[in-house]
C-alpha cells in the first residue's frame, strides 16, 4: 500500500471521527443537551446562581456547614430542595422554537444561570427561564444554542423553579429573634390596639422583673416571666414577602403596626419586631387572615409573613405574668 494511500485512509479516518463527535454533540436530542441532573453519586460542595440583577453563591465549608455569599448561614431546608432538584432533575417535554418565542422571548424572561461544582470541577451548568407556560414554572436549556425543555423532578409536582433564587435572603435562617435566656438583657412589648397590655421585661441579676410604666411590678410571677423568655429562642417567620409590590409595602409601613416587640440583648443591638395585620380579599371590605400577620425588622428592609403559630407565644398581656 502506497503512503499516498495510507496518508489518505487516516485523513478520511480522522474527518469520520471528526463528524460522528459533531453530530453527536449537535444532534437534536444528544446528552451534551438533554442531561441537567449532576452525575450519579457526585458531591455538590459549591451552586452560583446569577443574573443580571444579582446572583448568589452557595458553598458548603470545611466543617460541612452550607453557607450564603460566605457569610450568612444557609437555611437546611432550603439547600436541601436544591440539592434533591440538582440530583433528580429530568426532562418532561421539548419546547418549540414557537414556545420559547412567545413565553421567553417575546415577553423578555431573563435567565438565570446555575453552574454546579464539586470542589473545583464543574459537574452541570444551565440556563433557567421562570414563566408560567407550564405547571412546573420553567423552561430550561444547557446554553444559548441549546434546545430549550421544560424540566421537573419525578414525584414532585410543584414549581421547582422558585429554588433558583439570586437573592440572597431567599436562602438565609427565616429567624427573627433567637437568644438565649442568658443573653436577654430586656424585652418590650407594646400592644397598639390596647395599651393596658403592654410591658417591659427586665434583667435583674439573674432573674427578670415586670415593669410598666417605669414602675415595678412585685407582685409579678418570676416563673411565668422566665418561662416568656425561653420563647425567644428561635422564632421564626414562614417567609419572605417577595411577591408584594412597593405600594402595597408603603401602605403597610406608613400604617401603626398591631404590636411591636423589642428584644434588647445583654452584648448587640436592640431587636425590633413591628407585625401588622394582614386581610385578603378585593372587596370593599376585605377579611381578616387570622392565620398570618405581615412583619419587618430593622436587620432589612423587606417585609416578611409571620404564622401566628409561630408568634402567638410572644403575643402576651401583662396580666398574664401575675401570680394566680
Not at 168 to 196: A, C, E, H, M
Not at 211 to 224: L, M, P, R, T
Request: hydrophobic share 40%.
Amino acid at each position: 500500500m502506497s503512503r499516498k494511500m495510507i496518508l489518505s485512509i487516516i485523513t478520511g479516518l480522522a474527518a469520520l471521527v471528526l463528524l460522528l463527535f459533531l453530530a453527536r454533540e449537535h444532534r437534536p436530542f444528544g446528552r451534551s443537551e438533554t442531561v441537567f441532573a449532576v452525575p450519579e453519586g457526585s458531591e455538590i460542595t459549591h451552586v452560583i446562581i446569577g443574573s443580571e440583577r444579582g446572583s448568589v453563591a452557595l458553598e458548603k465549608n470545611d466543617g460541612g456547614e452550607w453557607m450564603v455569599n460566605g457569610a450568612e448561614e444557609a437555611r437546611k431546608g432550603s439547600i436541601l430542595f436544591i440539592i434533591k432538584i440538582l440530583n433528580e432533575i429530568s426532562i418532561k417535554s421539548p419546547v418549540s422554537p414557537e414556545l420559547f418565542r412567545d413565553e421567553i422571548s417575546l415577553k423578555g424572561i431573563e435567565a438565570v444561570k446555575v453552574s454546579v461544582y464539586n470542589n473545583r470541577r464543574l459537574l452541570r451548568s444551565f440556563m433557567v427561564y421562570k414563566t408560567q407556560s407550564n405547571v412546573y414554572g420553567n423552561i430550561m436549556k444547557k446554553n444559548e444554542r441549546s434546545l430549550p425543555f421544560i424540566v421537573y423532578v419525578p414525584g414532585y409536582d410543584g414549581d421547582i423553579s422558585v429554588a433558583f433564587n439570586t437573592n440572597p435572603l431567599y436562602w438565609q435562617n427565616f429567624v427573627i429573634f433567637n437568644s438565649l435566656p442568658s443573653s436577654v438583657k430586656s424585652v418590650g412589648f407594646v400592644n397598639r390596639s390596647d395599651t393596658s397590655s403592654s410591658f417591659m421585661l427586665l434583667r435583674k441579676g439573674d432573674d427578670f422583673i415586670l415593669s410598666v410604666n417605669g414602675k415595678d411590678i412585685e407582685e409579678a410571677d418570676k416563673e411565668k416571666i422566665r418561662r416568656y423568655i425561653t420563647y425567644f429562642i428561635r422564632v421564626p417567620f414562614e417567609n419572605w414577602a417577595f411577591d408584594i409590590t412597593e405600594r402595597e409595602k408603603s401602605e403597610i409601613e406608613s400604617s401603626d403596626p398591631a404590636y411591636e416587640i423589642t428584644l434588647t440583648p445583654v452584648n448587640g443591638d436592640p431587636v425590633t419586631l413591628k407585625l401588622w395585620r394582614r386581610y385578603t380579599g378585593t372587596g370593599p371590605v376585605p377579611a381578616l387572615d387570622t392565620d398570618r400577620l405581615w412583619g419587618k425588622s430593622q436587620k432589612g428592609d423587606n417585609l416578611f409573613i409571620v404564622r401566628y403559630f409561630d408568634i402567638d407565644p410572644l403575643l402576651r398581656k401583662r396580666s398574664d405574668f401575675l401570680s394566680d
